[in-house]
Structure formats: C-alpha cells, structure tokens
C-alpha cells in the first residue's frame, strides 16, 4: 500500500519568494501528467508562466498536494466563480501515472468534493485531457466528438455519477506554415478592406483605445465559444478586468500577440485572435481566445485574424515548432478555418458534469 499525505498548496505572490518551492514542483508535476497524456510537452508552462493565472482575482482556486516520500505526486484543484449567483465549480485531480491505482485521485476528490460542498458550488464539473486512443468510445452529447472509455479519467468520473457533456479536440499546427498562406493573407486583406475592414495588432498589453472594445469581446468570448451541456456562466468584463489581464500576463514570460480587426465605418474591434509566445524558441505557442462578432460573422475575420497573426508571429519571433490550439468539436466553423490552415487532431478534452442536489 503507498503511504501519502496530502497538504494545501501555498500559493506564493512570486516565484522567486523562498515560500514558492512547493509551487514549482507542483508545475513539473503538472507538465510531467499532460506529458504522460499527450505524449510530449507541447502542454507545458513554467511556474514563472503559470503563477500569474493563479493569482488572478477574477479565477479564484485552492489547492492540495499529495506526497509520497516528501516528494509531490499529485495535485487537486477546485476553482468557483466571481460573478454574483453563480455557483459553479471546477474540480481537477491529476496523479503522476506511476502513482496511480492507489488511493490518492479518490482521497484529493474526496477532499474537494466536501470543500465544494460546504461552499455550496453547483453543479460540479471537470475538464479532462483524453489521448487520441483506438478502442471504445463515449460519444459526446452534442453529437461530435468521443472520448476513450477505457482511459483512467473516463473510469474515475464515470465511478463518481459525472456525465459527459462535451468533447473539445486539442490540435497541432507545424510551423513554418507554407507561404502560400501569405499570398492568401494578401488578398484576404484587400477582400476585407473592401467590405469595411482591417486589421490591428499588438504585442502585450491592451492599447489604451481599444480596451473597452477588448471588454466586449472578452466578455463574448465567455457566452459565444460552445460549452455543450456544460454550465458556463456569463462573464463579466470591463476596463479594470481587461487591465488585470494584461498585468498578469506582464507578469509572465510569455508574450502575448494579438491581431484584432476594426470595423472602420465605427473604429471598433469586432474579431480578435491571440497567441502566447513562450521565449523559448524550441517550445510550441499556445493559440488562446479567438472571436469573430456574431453580427460580423461571413467575411471571412476568423481565417484571416488568425492568418494574419501566424504571420505576425513568424515575422517577429520565427523558430518555434508547432501551435497547439483546443476547440469544441461541434465548433464547426472554427474547426473548418484551422483544418484548412493545418492544425491535426492529437488529442481531445472531456467536459463532465455531476449535478449536485442543495
Ligand atoms: C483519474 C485519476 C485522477 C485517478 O487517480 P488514481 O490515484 O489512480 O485514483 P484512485 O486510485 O484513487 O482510484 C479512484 C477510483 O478511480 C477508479 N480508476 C482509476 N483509474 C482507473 C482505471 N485505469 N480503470 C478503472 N478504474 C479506474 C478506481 O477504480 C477507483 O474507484 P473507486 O474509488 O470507486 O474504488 C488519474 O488516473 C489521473 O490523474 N488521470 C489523468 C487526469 C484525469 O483524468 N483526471 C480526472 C479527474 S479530474
């Protein structure tokens, strides 16, 4: 029997604060799991990336850790809600795979569970990273996309009353992208001038005339990506939220590009597209938020924001080997944009839900 123990995880403000050891480990364990998922690190974060998003007020969250022999194995998140009324709940359990089958995931869901409980969240919900396995399959409700049955997290929700609810395929695109993409980049741009359009971009923080704008697109972002029969609240954005995002990304070494895209006729933004850029150049860039105005929807804005800021990418910081990028399955329109420019399936996300009765 493996002998564990299992304590909160301190968050410290900095990761160069003698209290952050705890927090380190606990990220090498993190990427060591995804790894041990998807096959290779194209997941990864260091903790100087990562304690930012833990930091944010705006995404609250504890945690606990689990040891064997002093050494972290395993980690357990919950995260809830800001927003006013709104009672739901995150639960995330990993275990390093040598230290699976023992206890640990049942004993750090146990501890979140009852944690959940006496906050009153509601309902709880999960979002677990599936291999692309052969074999049998769960399908999504929604009608797109499957996860393996057989893998541990399908067991271990399915053992805890939890219900699939969607599927998201998580996708690589190689670089460089073939520079015919630009060539079309072109004439996509002069398509676009001609109905109204253009585009704007940046590096990092939020020009001061377009935060407003970046509010309401944030703030769709949260109501317009799919979340199948997932509960996901509206978020609310405005000015200081947008400002709190951009100092916690300041405060990462990653960077962040964006490429949005102004209606001329009004001078506001109606699509953005970002990508965060580790420094690393051997290290893969994550593709983040992408949305298009529903009202401004048909022209054409999401392929070419997201053409246009592959290419702002290749310009200023070329070498990086792959995005990596995950979407909802049943997002056609967005999977049909990245399919066209390259991005492979190599993994999928589950969705699950347990309502859980007051
Ligand atoms: C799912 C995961 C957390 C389980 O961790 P673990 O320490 O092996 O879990 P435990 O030993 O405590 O087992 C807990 C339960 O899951 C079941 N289970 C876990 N892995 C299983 C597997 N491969 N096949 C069948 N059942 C499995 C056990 O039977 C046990 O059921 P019980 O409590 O009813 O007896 C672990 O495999 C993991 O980290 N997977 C990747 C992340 C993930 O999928 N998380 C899902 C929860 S958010």
New binding site residues.
């Given amino acids: 029997m493996t002998e564990f123990t299992i304590d909160d995880l301190h968050i410290p403000q900095s990761i160069d604060a003698p209290d952050a050891l705890d927090f380190i480990e606990m990220t090498t364990v993190r990427n060591d ?1 995804e790894a ?2 998807v096959g290779n690190y194209d997941l990864a974060y260091s903790a100087a990336e990562l304690l930012p998003h833990w930091l944010d007020p705006y995404d609250p969250k504890i945690a606990y850790v689990a040891r064997v022999d002093g050494r972290i194995v ?1 980690r357990g998140i919950l995260n809830w809600r800001i927003e006013d009324d709104v009672d739901e709940a995150w ?7 040598a ?11 146990d501890l979140l569970a009852t944690r959940a409980a006496a906050e009153r969240l509601r309902p709880w919900q ?5 291999k692309a396995a052969d074999g049998e399959t769960l399908p999504s409700p929604t009608g797109f996309g499957a996860v393996p049955l ?8 399915l ?2 009353g939890y219900e699939l609810q969607q599927v998201e395929r998580f996708s690589r695109l190689p670089l460089p992208l073939p520079t015919r993409w630009f060539d079309e980049l072109a004439e996509r741009v002069r398509v676009a001038a001609d109905a109204g359009y253009r585009l704007v971009r940046w590096v990092g923080r939020t020009p001061e005339d377009r935060v407003a704008d970046l509010a309401v697109l944030h703030q769709r972002m949260s109501t317009d990506a799919p979340s199948g029969g997932l509960d996901y609240a509206e978020e609310q954005w405005d000015e200081t939220r947008v400002r709190t995002l951009d100092d916690l990304r300041a405060a990462s070494p990653r960077l962040i590009l964006v490429t949005a895209v102004e209606y001329v006729p009004s001078g506001t933004l109606v699509a953005f597209t970002e990508l965060e850029v580790p420094l690393e150049r051997e290290r893969a860039v994550s593709q983040a938020d992408t949305l298009v105005l529903r009202e401004h929807r048909g022209h054409g804005l999401g392929m070419l924001a997201k053409l246009a800021n592959l290419k702002y990418l290749e310009d200023t910081h070329p070498g990086h080997p792959s995005v990596t990028t995950f979407n909802a399955e049943e997002n056609r329109h967005m999977l049909a944009v990245n399919e066209a420019i390259g991005f492979m399936p190599v993994g999928y996300g589950g969705g ?1 839900k347990l309502d859980v009765t007051p």
Avoid: K, M, N, Q
């Fill in positions: 799991i041990e998922i395993a639960l995330e359990i990993e275990v390093l795979a230290f699976r089958r023992a206890g640990i995931g049942a004993a750090l869901y999960s979002y677990v990273l599936h057989a893998d541990p997290g399908t067991r271990f929700l053992g805890r699950w």
